[in-house]
């Protein structure tokens, strides 16, 4: 009985690997792999991915760059031209997840629910985006670098400038390529 409850387990534990939606983020810079959380931010996770399937990342940038915070892009092409969006996602930062270093969290105005294909990596921990922290609501946290952090570290550290309206632009393109499901 013991041998075979170990064993079930076991399987468990596989199978919620196995079933890990993991995506690779491909950029001029390299590759990001990313685990997403569907358990956690089922909403987010496949609003996330509807972007991905569709191609709408392909060729949008990270446009927002802050070295010693976060990276945030997904939502602008190369010349800065915001691209047609979905309906808004519903608000999940209330699940448990902290954006700790190399966490993927939704991007949204003042509204919490307002997070549609914009996504940021946090490059360090950033309690204070965590829900409840300041007596509000915070960003949801949605998946997690597996691989590749050297590369969001790298893109954080690139120069930046004000382009209009736009703050801590790159001033050289960081380029998402695509976004693929790897599983």
């Known amino acids: 009985m013991r041998k075979s409850l170990i064993t079930s387990l076991a399987l468990l534990a596989l199978c919620s690997q196995v079933n890990a939606t993991e995506v ?11 685990d997403l959380n569907d358990d956690a931010a089922p909403k987010s996770v496949a609003n996330f991915l509807r972007y991905a399937d569709e191609g709408f990342y392909n060729g949008t940038i990270f446009h927002r760059v802050i070295r010693g915070f976060m990276v945030q892009g997904g939502g602008f092409t190369k010349d800065l031209e915001r691209k047609t969006t979905h309906q808004a996602v519903a608000y999940e930062g209330n699940n448990g997840l902290a954006n700790n270093r190399g966490t993927l969290a939704m991007a949204r105005t003042q509204d919490p629910n307002s997070a549609t294909s914009q996504f940021f990596i946090n490059q360090v921990d ?8 300041r007596g509000v609501a915070g960003y949801t946290v949605f998946g997690k ?26 001033t050289e393109p960081v380029i998402i390529e695509s976004i693929t499901r790897v599983n």
């Open 24 to 34: 690779d983020i491909l950029t001029n810079q390299g590759t990001i792999r990313v």
């Open 145 to 170: 670098v597996i691989s590749g952090m050297n590369i969001v570290d790298a893109i954080s550290a690139v120069p930046t400038s004000t382009v209009g309206p736009y703050q801590n632009v790159p």
């Open 126 to 133: 950033n309690t204070f985006l965590n829900d409840g922290v």
